[in-house]
Structures are given as structure tokens and as C-alpha cells.
């Protein structure tokens, strides 16, 4: 019987390690890649030909070593740099083929490909589909009379009179930015006598999805793009893209307790005005345009679950294998998830500490997700504030970061997190942001995460432009001791921490295209547990003996012992090794128990584990019913495979073997 088990459990480990195998030759680049966003207005001012305050193409050309080969990114994604009024600081667009002159010329982005290429530095656009700007040739026709060939190619409307004659909108439809408690997501043109809808500033009207000719205009767009070389998009408010055809009014959302110029928008549910039936066909639609230039073109989806859409809904816009959709909607999980209030909303409290919550939020994910599918995983970006500031603790916005590279799935880092910076101060005088002007003090105003990147400390600008040159926005006070030249040469700081685990990721297929197992560790003391762990691996060395990396985190303020052994019962183990840890730059190579992981307070490893299935007279036997519990460990690497088949969708990942005694 012994003899029957040992074989099973050799074919179970191999083959379900090989079943999803470490970056197969058909491995897309975006499948195993890291993703950096860049925010152009406050990365670099090149300060050619003239220093402007504002961050430039040039600018981003002149960093991109640094980003490949100092950091060890893989692709970036440019926010808008297309011509535009700057209502929304790029998002309000007046010519999808043209460049903002502040930020350069069409040269200069053509050099900036040729530099990338070059270097094997992927770039990802941002492509802006739901509307235009209200300066937009389109628009100015559009608007122009009634009858012309464009009036269709925007979201107009009859509206209301009231018995008083005040003309009133069609519907009680909301815009994103109140500017006072009515929030009319509609604007009312004199010269038609009809509203138009715009679900963001009145300077930026919905575009009409549901006519043919701007589907193939926006197709276009993007085919113009992809003609230069570009490797992808990120697709800018998809959900909001498709109004309801009957303009039916939105129902209100009783649980609505908010200001009513700063959280206005939220006194609606959005069903009229968000993921309406069409989507799916909108976003097959761009992902067969990019289909023509080639299968390693990458389409990634702003959309993320809220009161109208659910996590199913976001997971469905992968679509088929037949029929893709979106490479990956964005998952914003890790967002909501590491902050002490709501994203939005104050009064909601969060608490970033509870493992128990962030594996389940994890293990939902990944549960729900095709197999073909790839995850992804994002902790900012222009629209949230900073990730280091949401938490206020460098050590637990550490343990995020690692959490971010580790977990399975193509990871995005939001441009100047990778050295914690901080929400830069603004005074309400020089505030930019529409919402921040609005509510100077609310959680959706976004110039604190939008202030300049720090490099270095040769002048009171951080160099981010030239000395004595007023900034966009004001660059943060905190830039002499947060900046990236001095980080650089730092081994124990935030950057290097990146770099580490960056390199680390890019070398093991087990950490860039692994599995991943949740661990059923054993924490050591009373209280509640708040240690997350998991594997990453696949079969890299043959069935007898295999590699995998177990990821250790302790989100409790308190010390924690940790058995990560328990999960593994029965397996040999050759060596564990610490090769990155938080709080210990010099862990890169240091043996550890598995049975007995010391972890202080707010502090995670990442351990490098080989075991055998055979016996081996140098290595650590941990528990003593070998054959039987070798089974047990490679069919709970199996769990991924294994679960697609279940019919329940049953969300737990315990698998239970009986075996005789």
C-alpha cells in the first residue's frame, strides 16, 4: 500500500506543478511582467527646450534606463498625453492623435519608442473611449445645429420645463463632479435647445457608443497608436461607457449619507449609467482591433466592483477564450484593502492588519477567476492618495509592496511609490483638481498624489524641474530626505527594497508565472492570528525533488512566531532559505526553520523552500507519515486545477484526502 501511495503522490505533485507550468514558451510578456504607471504632468520636466513646471515626454525618455535597468520594470503606462484644454489635466481630449504641446511633440514621442524598443521597455497608452473634450472637433459639429452628420455622435436630449419655466435636464442623471447640490450630469446648449450628458465635467461630453461611425473612429485611434509601436492600452472609465437607451431615471441609494456637493454623485445607484448590457461587445470590439497587430498586445480595463458593479462583474469582462475581452480588468482589491477608511468614504473604517480578511479577499479572487485568466494586482494611482500615506507606517507599507510582487499575477506600481512617497502638501490657493476644488478636504481630491517625483536634492524642486521654476503643483517639502538618488544608494530603503524583490521576481518563473497556494500556517501565540502566507511554485527540477518560495507576512504591530512547516507536513524538506525580508536588506541568503519563522511586528519574508519526495540523508524530515502526506502536499498545489471543476463554486480551498490506515 506504501509503495501504491509514494507513486501517486510523485504523479500528483509532478503533474500538478507541470499542469501549470513556470512561463511556459507561449507566456505573453504582460503575463510575467511589472507594469510602472506613469503620471507625465509630475514625473520629469526635461527642461528642453525650456523648463516648463510640467513633466515631459523628453522627460520620461531620459529616465527610462532607470526604470528598466536600475528599478526593473518591464512595461510603462503613460496617463494621457494627448492634446487637450487641461480641464481634467489630460482626460478632457481635443485631438486623440495629436500631443499637448507642454508636453512636446509627436517627435519627441517617436524618439521616446524608439528609446524603449531599443532597451526592451514595453509602453502601454491610456485610451480615453467614454468621452471627449467639449473642445474636440467632433464636439464643436456635434453641437453646431441639430442636423448635422456628428449630432449622434454625443448623448443629446430634450430636457424638462417646470411650472415655474425653468428648463431642467431629461433625467436626474449625475455627473463625478459636483459643482453644487443638483450635480446635473447634463449641461443645457443654447444654441440646439437640447442637454448633452457628460458622467465627468461639463468639458468632457459622453461619446455616443452606440453609433457605428464613432466605433469605428475610436478603433481607429487606437489603430493609430498601435501603428507607432505602442504594446497596449489601459482603458480609461470603461464601465460609464454605455448610457441606458430609455434615460431612465436613477433610483437613490438609501444608505447615502454624504455631503451633497462632495459625495453628490453617490446619492444615485448608477444602474442607468454604469455596466449597462453592451459593454461586452464594445470591449471584443477593441480587443480584435488589437488583435491585428499581434496576440502580445495587451488591453487592460478600468473597472472594479462598487454598489452597482460586483466582483463577478468585473472577473466576466475577461470574457472567453474564444472570445476575449479584457487581457485584465484591474483589480483594485489591494486598494481598499490597505487603508484605514473606505477609498472614498471617512466614515467607514478599514483595518489593514486583518490577515484573515486579506486572504479571503485574495482567495475570492483568484477562486473566481478563469484558468486561463491572469490576475493582476495595483496599491495606487493618480486617482487615490499615495499607498505610504493611506497607511502611515513605512514598515507596513513594506510588507504591501512585497505582498503586491509576490502574489500571483502581473503587478502595476504607481510612479514615485517605489521610493514611499508621501501626499505632497497644496494649499487650497493652488489647488488643480476639479474635486479639490470642489472639496479641498475630501478624499477624492487628488492633487495630494498628483505633486512632482523627488529625485534629488540639487534644487528646492527635487530636480523634478529647474531651479527657481514654478511647478504645476508644488513639489513636497519632505523630497530632502524622500528622493531617488538618495534611496538609490540606500540598501535598506524603499527603492531598494523594489529593486530586490524585482529582480527576484524577474529571475524565478516561480515568483512571475508560479501558482498560488494560500498556507494554513500556525501562529504561536493566543491572540488572533494576523499572518497572511502562501506558496508560489511549480515543478522546476523533476518530480522527485522540487522548488517553490513560501511568503510570510505578519500584519500584527506584535512579534510572531510562525510554523509554515505545518502545511508541508510529510514533505522533505532540503533547505528553507530567507532571501528577502522587510525589515533586513542583508537577508539574502540566511537558512530558517520552516517549523519556527521569528517575525517582529509589521514585518514579511520571502523563503526559498526545496524538497524531495525521495530520501535524502542531508535533509529535514518534517512530520514522519512521508508517502502519505507527500500526497497531500502535491495535490494542495493541485487546488487550482482541481477547483475548476467543482459545480458548487464552492469558495473554500480545503481539500480533504482519507487514505487507509
Request: charged share 20%.
Amino acid at each position: 500500500m506504501k509503495a501504491a501511495v509514494t507513486l501517486l503522490a510523485l504523479v500528483a505533485t509532478a503533474v500538478c506543478f507541470q499542469g501549470a507550468a513556470s512561463s511556459p514558451p507561449s507566456a505573453l510578456w504582460w503575463q510575467t511582467g511589472v507594469v510602472y504607471q506613469v503620471y507625465p504632468r509630475s514625473f520629469l520636466d526635461a527642461c528642453e527646450p525650456k523648463c516648463t513646471g510640467t513633466g515631459s515626454i523628453r522627460g520620461i525618455a531620459s529616465k527610462l534606463s532607470y526604470l528598466k535597468n536600475d528599478l526593473g520594470v518591464d512595461a510603462i503606462w503613460i496617463s494621457p498625453i494627448y492634446d487637450s484644454p487641461m480641464a481634467d489635466f489630460g482626460y478632457d481630449i481635443s485631438n486623440y492623435t495629436a500631443i499637448w504641446p507642454t508636453f512636446g511633440t509627436m517627435q519627441d514621442f517617436d524618439n521616446l519608442m524608439a528609446a524603449a524598443k531599443q532597451i526592451g521597455m514595453r509602453v502601454l497608452m491610456d485610451f480615453v473611449p467614454n468621452h471627449s473634450s467639449d473642445q474636440h472637433p467632433w464636439f464643436l459639429e456635434s453641437k453646431s445645429s441639430l442636423n448635422n452628420t456628428k449630432r449622434d455622435w454625443y448623448v443629446w436630449k430634450n430636457g424638462t420645463i417646470d411650472k415655474d419655466g425653468t428648463k431642467l435636464p431629461p433625467n436626474n442623471w449625475r455627473t463625478m463632479f459636483c459643482k453644487d447640490a443638483n450635480c446635473y450630469g447634463w449641461t443645457y446648449d443654447n444654441t440646439t435647445d437640447q442637454w448633452y450628458y457628460h458622467c465627468f465635467l461639463s468639458e468632457q461630453p459622453d461619446l455616443n457608443w452606440r453609433n457605428p461611425d464613432v466605433v469605428e473612429a475610436m478603433h481607429n485611434v487606437l489603430r493609430f497608436w498601435l501603428d507607432k509601436g505602442v504594446d497596449g492600452f489601459r482603458v480609461d472609465a470603461f464601465p460609464n461607457i454605455l448610457e441606458d437607451p430609455d434615460f431612465r431615471d436613477e433610483p437613490l441609494d438609501k444608505d447615502w449619507h454624504g455631503d451633497p456637493v462632495a459625495d453628490g454623485y453617490g446619492k444615485l445607484l448608477h444602474i442607468y449609467t454604469e455596466n449597462v448590457d453592451g459593454l461586452h461587445d464594445i470591449v471584443r470590439g477593441m480587443r480584435r482591433v488589437l488583435q491585428e497587430y499581434g496576440e502580445d498586445k495587451v488591453l487592460i480595463g478600468e473597472i472594479y466592483a462598487d454598489k452597482v458593479v460586483t466582483e463577478e462583474d468585473v472577473i466576466s469582462y475577461y470574457g472567453t477564450q474564444d472570445a476575449p475581452e479584457f487581457s485584465m480588468p484591474f483589480n483594485m482589491e489591494l486598494i481598499g484593502f490597505f487603508d484605514y477608511t473606505g477609498t472614498f468614504d471617512p466614515t467607514v473604517a478599514n483595518d489593514p492588519r486583518d490577515a484573515v480578511k486579506l486572504r479571503a479577499l485574495v482567495d475570492e479572487y483568484m477562486n473566481g477567476l478563469p484558468e486561463w485568466a491572469q490576475p493582476n494586482f495595483v496599491l495606487g494611482n493618480h486617482d487615490v492618495h499615495r499607498i505610504a500615506s493611506r497607511l502611515g507606517d513605512d514598515a507596513l507599507t513594506r510588507v504591501a509592496n512585497m505582498l503586491l510582487l509576490t502574489l500571483r499575477g502581473t503587478p502595476t506600481i504607481y510612479n514615485g511609490d517605489e521610493i514611499g512617497q508621501l501626499n505632497g502638501y497644496v494649499p487650497q490657493s493652488q489647488s488643480q483638481d476639479p474635486n479639490c476644488i470642489a472639496n479641498y478636504t475630501g478624499l477624492r481630491c487628488r492633487d495630494p498624489e498628483r505633486t512632482p517625483l523627488q529625485w534629488n536634492t540639487l534644487n528646492t524642486n527635487a530636480n523634478f524641474s529647474g531651479a527657481g521654476v514654478e511647478t504645476w503643483l508644488p513639489v513636497s517639502s519632505n523630497y530632502m530626505t524622500t528622493n531617488v538618488q538618495q534611496q538609490m544608494n540606500d540598501t535598506a530603503s524603499m527603492f531598494s527594497q523594489f529593486k530586490a524583490l524585482l529582480r527576484l521576481r524577474s529571475a524565478n518563473t516561480d515568483l512571475n508565472s508560479g501558482m498560488y497556494t494560500p498556507l494554513d500556517v500556525v501562529v504561536k501565540r493566543n491572540d488572533a492570528p494576523r499572518v497572511f502566507a502562501f506558496a508560489r511554485g511549480n515543478v522546476s527540477s523533476g518530480p522527485d525533488e522540487f522548488s517553490f518560495f513560501v511568503v510570510v507576512a505578519n500584519l500584527d504591530e506584535a512579534a510572531a512566531t510562525v510554523d509554515a512547516a505545518k502545511p508541508l507536513t510529510g514533505v522533505l524538506v532540503r533547505n528553507a532559505t530567507v532571501v528577502f525580508d522587510t525589515n533586513d536588506a542583508t537577508r539574502t541568503s540566511d537558512p530558517v526553520p520552516l517549523s519556527n519563522v521569528y517575525l517582529n511586528g509589521t514585518r514579511a519574508v520571502l523563503i526559498h523552500v526545496t524538497v524531495t519526495t525521495g530520501t535524502v540523508s542531508s535533509s529535514i524530515v518534517v512530520g514522519s507519515t512521508i508517502t502519505a502526506l507527500a500526497l497531500v502536499f502535491g495535490v494542495f498545489f493541485c487546488f487550482v486545477r482541481a477547483r475548476r471543476h467543482r459545480s458548487d463554486r464552492d469558495r473554500s480551498y480545503r481539500l480533504q484526502i482519507n487514505l487507509p490506515q
